[in-house]
Structure formats: C-alpha cells, structure tokens
C-alpha cells in the first residue's frame, strides 16, 4: 500500500502567486524606544531549532530598536503553570509569554493577570488571519486576550502504511471498532499498535478530553457546567481501557516526548501527535519516511464529528509587565515573514501558520517537509482551523475561562 492511497482528499491550494503579500507590520516603522530597556520572553518551547529562530526575531527587532534588549527563557511543558503562578505572585513576571494553549491565556486574563491584545492584532493585520482563527482568544468583555502563534492538530492519528499494508489493512480507521482491530492486527514482531498516554499528565488529560467528544460528549456543556457524568463519557473510559493492551508497557508514565517517541523509533505501528513526527521521522528514523500519514483520530461511530484538538498555542502580554508598549510591538514583529517563517520551519507540521499571507508565501511553501508531505500538512492544516480544546469546545460554546 502506498502512502498516497490513505490521505484524506482535500485540494491543493492554488499555485502560489509569487511572492506572498506579507503582514501589514512589515511596512510599519517601529516607534522609538526609551534607550537601554529590557524585555524578556518565556516559551515552553525550546528546541535548538526554534531557538535559532527566535534568535533571528530577536535579532532583528533589536536591530530596529536601538537600546532595546530580549531575553528568551525556556519553560517548562508541564510546569508552566506555578512558573508562572511564581511570577505572578512576586511581580516579577516576563514581558511577553509565548505558546502557552489559548484556555491557560482565558483563566490568566479572567483573573487580571493579562492586558488586552486587540491593539496588536491591529498592528499585524486582522484581515491576514484565517477566518475565526481569534475567536478562542475573544474574552467575555469582547477583548482578545492574546493570539495565536500558530495552529496545531495535536491528535492525529499517525499510520505505518507498509506495517498496514503487511497486516492486510487497506484503508484507515475511522472508528474505535477499526482502530482498535488495526492496532490488534499490527500488534506482532515486538511492535505494539498504539503509543497512548496513561499517565497522570496534561497529555492524558488532554487526549482524553478529546475522546469524550469522539464518543459524541463534552466536558463542559455550553451553559459551561461540568457534563462529564454521561453515557459518552463512559464509553471514552471503556474505549480508552480497552486500548491499554495495545500499547508499551511504559504508557503508564508516557507524556508528550515518550508518546512521539513510540511512534518515530518504530515501537508502535500507529502514533498520537502533532505534525511534528514528520520532522523526527526525518531526522532520527528517516528509513520509515515514506511509510507515514496521518488522518484526524477516530470516533466511536462514522456519524460522530471528528474532534481535532488544537491548544491554539498563544502569545501573550503580562498585565504586570513594565514594558508593555515595547512588548506589544515586540509581539507584532514575531509575525514578519522572515523570522516567523524561520519558526515555523523548525518544526514543520508542528506549529502551522495562523496567517493567509504566510501559508502563501513560497519560502514556507519550499520546506522540504512540507514539500513531500503536503496533503498530510493540508489536512492538519485544515483540522487544526476547525480545533477546539478545553476553553472552546465547539462553536456553540462560549470562551471557558474554567478550564484553565
């Protein structure tokens, strides 16, 4: 079975027009600055590629603000939050916080902890981002808390077509019944069918989280009170137990790092992750590279929606900030095609632009991930526009500060 044969038919975009209108920040001068001032930047985010990035970002908008320093330090995945909690606390917080999940941004803000983003939104260009894409940032007062700094497709469903192909599968699960009897099928030889997280962890919560809604449920119902006492709920748990024996004995503790690991290294026949396998396939397991696709996650029956979450990873301004106005004109810059586009591509897949003009551009377009991969891209690309999570679990739910 080739690769090909199980990607979700979705169109190509058009041929790309040249060069790529850019974001309206790029005609913009910057305001001048008072001289020596500091700002620093926290991400969790912090792989030695997307820190070359950020470094070209800083680089050049210190360039442009003379006496203007940036100082990026790395957080923690799971322990974002008393980092933060500690900052907060004793006010010495960072100036500019960056993918963090969009319901995290919603609680900080609900508690006075962020000042509104509206104006900088203005300043990148609010007809350049895709239709919707700042509505889970959109507060209760009608403010946006923050933006996007890219889009994300966090559980898709990554295959092995040659491992299918071997078992006699010949096309992709796309209910429990079919993924659990693949995963079964692809079960031999040392290899396990699945890499779910057992752990007491974001990942399992957040995975979990989106098989009550495979199962046609939803933790919060649009009233926004917990609705997790429910039948689809407890035929997620039944699901999710039953999957157990198809994973490494090593799930109970698996997270985000052990899970795509599962995956990438050939431990398991089927992965859960973002885009970002097809870059560590690439760079650790390049053997199995043109085995690998991915679809959006199964559900409990063909006529359930698939649920595709998206934690909308964030850029943010501290309230308590003492440099707001560099700050927020530091956050617009982040959006200039040069260094965002150098940021994007250090994880192809993984963090997917937020912006028309970027997806456009040819210098995204040339990555070679993106490249031999494009109908996996476009369909992460196309799930993660239409995502949810926690905070903003359909379109007739109102922001969930709550879930932070």
Request: contains cysteine; charged residues 15%; hydrophobic residues 40%.
């Amino acid at each position: 079975m080739k690769r090909s044969d199980l990607k979700t038919s979705i169109s190509r975009r058009g041929a790309l027009k040249g060069l790529a209108a850019t974001t309206a920040l790029t005609a913009m001068p910057m305001r001048a600055f008072a001289q020596d001032t500091t700002i620093r930047w926290w991400s969790p985010q912090g792989a030695p590629a997307q820190v070359d990035a950020y470094m070209t970002q800083i680089a050049n908008f210190e360039a442009a603000n003379p006496g203007v320093k940036v100082v990026f330090e790395t957080t923690s995945d799971e322990g974002y939050a008393p980092q933060l909690a500690a900052a907060f606390s004793s006010g010495e917080v960072p100036d500019i916080v960056t993918h963090l999940p969009s319901f995290a941004v919603q609680s900080y803000y609900a508690a006075g902890l962020v000042t509104p983003f509206d104006d900088v939104i203005q300043m990148i260009g609010p007809d350049d981002f895709y239709e919707g894409a700042n509505d889970v940032f959109k507060a209760a007062d009608g403010k946006y808390v923050g933006t996007g700094i890219g889009n994300s497709a966090a559980n898709m469903l990554w295959l092995r077509t040659d491992l299918m192909e071997a078992a006699g599968i010949d096309k992709a699960p796309e209910t429990w019944d079919e993924l659990r009897s693949a995963a079964q099928a692809m079960q031999k030889d040392g290899i396990y069918g699945a890499p779910l997280p057992y752990g007491a962890n974001s990942m399992t919560t957040l995975i979990f989280a989106g098989v009550i809604h495979q199962a046609g449920g939803q933790v919060f119902d649009t009233d926004l009170n917990v609705a997790i006492d429910s039948q689809e709920t407890r035929d997620a748990l039944e699901f999710y137990a039953s999957m157990r024996e198809l994973c490494p004995p090593g799930a109970t503790n698996y997270s985000w790092g052990e899970a795509i690991t599962a995956f990438v290294s050939g431990a398991t026949a089927t992965g859960i992750y973002t885009g970002r396998v097809l870059g560590n396939v690439a760079d650790q397991n390049p053997s199995i590279a043109d085995h690998v696709t991915c679809v959006r996650y199964p559900t409990k029956a063909a006529d359930i929606a698939a649920w595709t979450f998206n934690d909308f990873p964030s850029v943010f301004i501290p309230a308590q900030s003492q440099n707001i106005d560099v700050a927020k004109n530091f956050a617009a810059s982040l959006f200039n095609p040069d260094g965002y586009i150098q940021q994007l591509h250090a994880a192809p897949g993984h963090v997917l632009p937020v912006l028309k003009s970027i997806n456009e551009n040819p210098d995204y377009q040339s990555n070679p991930i993106i490249q031999k991969y494009p109908a996996e891209v476009d369909l992460m690309s196309s799930a993660a526009a239409g995502g949810y999570n926690l905070g903003y679990e359909s379109a007739d739910h109102p922001s969930n500060e709550k879930a932070g």
